[in-house]
């Protein structure tokens, strides 16, 4: 390989991994608070 | 109690239901479910999953009440056997203070115990369900949540099997978690059972796509805290109306 087709290879290399992190869905950042419940099993009044 | 957090808080609060919420006891079997879709409309849930409670009084009397419902009902796996498509909408995306939540559902088998679901209803293999939702939903969520009726090892199970699941809040089963229980890089929640504690996690979500700081409280319902005098009079109409 001579020195211009290594270096032309590295830079399509290059690009292609900064076109697949920018067209990655982005996630954050964010906080977030969840109130939870389960199996409530219809109760109105849990302490009477 | 939801009031002081959601006006304490700047960051987003969700309010979700990990299933089997809406009969078992007298007043909601009368009611068919109603007194709780109305208590949780007022509580302003955003979703819930289903469980085989939930159907106990027939399919056609739960869906009748999920039309007055203000919250989605999700399940991923639940198909109708006559149309062959999903029973209710698979997964729902609530954005809220800039940020993405997608929130799938998913039910375990026992959902076709109840009363006609056997003759109406499949669930699907739910790991195998979940896998096949997830890129869609991830695509539109900061944060991914499921909220599954496997119980708790079933949940732990999905969370193995499942990669890219954030947070799994668990039900079908009454184990009380009082920390979090991280299955590779997912977080498992769950809350007691009979409306006795209100589960709350704080966490946050870095750019990396990290879950960070997670922080769980288990609040117990108990007499000391004050009945939303909004609620109490709801509870009052319907044992007028159903004595």
């Keep these: ?48 | 109690m939801i009031k002081q957090v959601r006006d304490a808080s700047k960051d987003p609060v969700l309010l979700l239901d990990a299933g089997n919420a809406l009969i078992g006891q007298d007043l909601s079997m009368k009611s068919k479910g109603m007194v709780i879709v109305d208590a949780m409309n007022a509580m302003g849930y955003d979703a819930m999953a289903i469980g085989g409670l939930d159907l106990q009084e027939g399919l056609d009397a739960f869906l009748d009440a999920m039309k007055e419902a203000r919250f989605a009902a999700v399940a991923c796996n639940v198909v109708s056997i006559a149309s062959g498509k999903p029973l209710l909408q698979p997964y729902t995306i609530i954005q809220r203070n800039g940020g993405r939540f997608g929130i799938l559902g998913v039910s375990g088998s026992d959902l076709l115990t109840a009363a006609d679901a056997s003759s109406r209803l499949k669930v699907l293999d739910a790991v195998e369900t979940v896998r096949q939702y997830l890129p869609e939903v991830r695509k539109q969520s900061d944060v991914v949540i499921v909220l599954s009726q496997l119980g708790l090892e079933g949940s732990k199970a999905l969370a193995e099997a499942v990669t890219g699941l954030d947070i799994i809040v668990s039900g079908g089963t009454t184990e009380l978690l009082e920390s979090p229980v991280q299955v590779g890089d997912t977080l498992v929640v769950q809350a007691g059972y009979n409306g006795e504690w209100l589960g709350r996690l704080d966490v946050g979500l870095a750019s990396a796509g990290k879950l960070t700081e997670p922080k769980v409280q288990i609040i117990t319902l108990g007499p000391e805290i004050a009945d939303d005098p909004d609620l109490a009079q709801l509870v009052e109409d319907y044992k007028q109306l159903f004595p």
Excluded at chain 1, 27 to 39: A, C, E, W, Y
């Design chain 1, 1 to 48: 390989m001579t020195r211009q087709s290594y270096f032309k290879t590295l830079l399509a290399f290059t690009l292609l991994a900064v076109c697949v992190a920018a067209c990655a869905p982005k996630r954050g950042p964010v906080k977030v608070t969840i109130l939870h419940t389960n199996d409530v099993r219809g109760y109105t009044n849990p302490c009477g």
